[in-house]
């Protein structure tokens, strides 16, 4: 069975563009975070998706920031415009509806994205 | 607010010897707890989870993890650590009510031959 997928692996883009970041999740997960790594520091959630309502976006840092989940499956993550704090590596994770919070998040490799 | 420390973020160990990796968090109730690990150009993998129980949790790749919680302690350990065992480990929580992992800064693991 395939893992989560991330599209780019890498990105690099300049100041003011706009970039997106697409997430498969495994098939048949309804729960679906993105998370995001800022060079040296520690992993930060952003949101999570249950199917394709947001359930909790708290992590968002700032509206340049949406997120979509079109029919519960693939998401994806656009930046506009994107801004040199942006850069970092953007996780996204899955994991099955039953059995709640205790279950395992399966994640992917990340796309790293680099804004000059 | 919640939070998760591991404190070494390098450890060098050589091949064989035994590895034990910190992680403090804090929090008023038990929360969920997780260790994952990242090899280069992999996605995290789950190492090991605690909720309740045995507070001793075996996990994959021989590694163990102990849960504490007058220390408010998760630390994770492997008696023999193999060269394979280099990657970057994750301590990780979950809190009631919510679904967000809150992690840890990470260890990164070097292992000599």
């Known amino acids: 069975e395939a893992g989560v997928t991330q599209f780019p692996s890498h990105s690099v883009i300049e100041k003011g563009q706009t970039v997106t970041l697409r997430c498969d999740p495994i098939?048949?997960?309804?729960?679906l975070y993105w998370y995001r790594r800022v060079m040296g520091k520690e992993i930060k959630f952003l949101l999570h998706?249950?199917?394709?309502?947001?359930?909790?976006e708290s992590g968002m840092p700032n509206n340049r920031f949406l997120a979509e989940r079109t029919g519960g499956t693939y998401s994806t993550l656009k930046v506009q415009p994107a801004e040199l704090e942006d850069s970092g590596v953007y996780f996204c994770?899955?994991?099955?509806?039953?059995?709640?919070?205790?279950?395992?998040?399966?994640f992917g490799p990340g796309t790293r994205l680099t804004v000059l | 607010a919640q939070s998760v420390t591991q404190p070494d973020i390098h450890i060098t160990v050589s091949e064989g010897a035994s590895l034990e990796l910190r992680c403090n968090y804090s929090?008023?109730?038990?929360?969920?707890l997780f260790w994952y690990v990242q090899s280069p150009g992999q996605g995290l993998q789950l190492l090991l989870k605690?909720?309740?129980?045995?507070?001793l949790v075996q996990g994959i790749k021989g590694f163990e993890a102990e849960f504490k919680r007058s220390q408010s302690s998760f630390n994770l350990r492997k008696p023999s650590v193999h060269w394979s065992d280099a990657a970057e480990y994750f301590c990780?929580?979950?809190?009631?009510?919510?679904?967000?992992?809150?992690f840890g800064t990470g260890t990164r693991l070097k292992v000599l031959a």
């Open positions: 994770a899955s994991s099955l509806l039953t059995g709640g919070p205790y279950n395992e998040q399966f």
């Open positions: 098939s048949g997960h309804d729960n």
């Open positions: 998706f249950v199917k394709e309502s947001k359930q909790d």
């Open positions: 929090y008023g109730a038990t929360p969920y």
């Open positions: 605690y909720f309740s129980g045995d507070t």
């Open positions: 990780a929580v979950v809190t009631s009510g919510t679904y967000k992992y809150i």
